[in-house]
């Protein structure tokens, strides 16, 4: 990742950099990674994620298609 300084402005470049690291999703990476998980307990965030992930595409889906 790379951030490109223009001038003196550090300040905004910083707020650059951290809203990318959020959208590529680092920050929830390393709060996952800062402690060992259980394999059941990854398993079971595994599919609670990926729960959420359908139900938010379905909900698109219907706003978009209507029914």
Known sequence: MEVT???EN???ALRI???KMQREGVYKDMKIHRRFEKPSVK???KR???LRRTRK???R???IEGY
Request: charge should be positive.
């Open 5 to 7: 300084v223009s001038g």
């Open 48 to 50: 609670t994620e990926s």
């Open 57 to 59: 595409l379905n909900r």
């Open 43 to 45: 398993k079971a965030r």
């Open 61 to 63: 889906r219907m706003a």
């Open 17 to 19: 950099l951290k809203k």
């Open 10 to 12: 550090v300040d905004q």
